[in-house]
Nanobody, 123 residues
Framework: QVQLVESGGGAVQAGGSLRLSCTASGSTFSGYAMGWFRQAPGKEREFVAT???????YYADSVKGRFTISRDNAKNTVYLQMNSLKPEDTAVYYC?????????????????WGQGTQVTVSS
């Protein structure tokens, strides 16, 4: 089982930027798709972005053009660069890892989850 630890959350004004990091340990990172999900208060967890082992990337429509996901396999780390942040991006952001297959935009595609990091965007 892979353990995931997120960092980089915080508070920022609308239009600002943050970069989230997620580092994996405990087992092989190899072959995993790595994803980011988020959950706002009173809402269900939703897909944000994912990157496959092959570096193919997928994004939710709400973040396309503003967020960029990347990975450094040598460091077992995945990043989420978030630009042009909006108040509606406020949520707890979770890193996820697994052999997602066609379920890359669903929680069921991932077997390992981080504890979450808070992102707050003020207007």
């Amino acid at each position: 089982q892979v353990q995931l630890v997120e960092s980089g959350g915080g508070a920022v004004q609308a239009g600002g930027s943050l970069r989230l990091s997620c580092t994996a340990s405990g087992s092989t990172f190899s072959g995993y798709a790595m994803g980011w999900f988020r959950q706002a208060p009173g809402k269900e967890r939703e897909f944000v972005a994912t990157i496959r082992w092959t570096d193919s990337t997928y994004y939710a429509d709400s973040v396309k053009g503003r967020f960029t996901i990347s990975r450094d396999n040598a460091k077992n780390t995945v990043y989420l660069q978030m630009n042009s942040l909006k108040p509606e991006d406020t949520a707890v952001y979770y890193c996820a890892g697994g052999y997602a297959g066609t379920s890359y935009s669903h929680s069921r595609g991932y077997t390992s989850w981080g504890q979450g990091t808070q992102v707050t965007v003020s207007s």
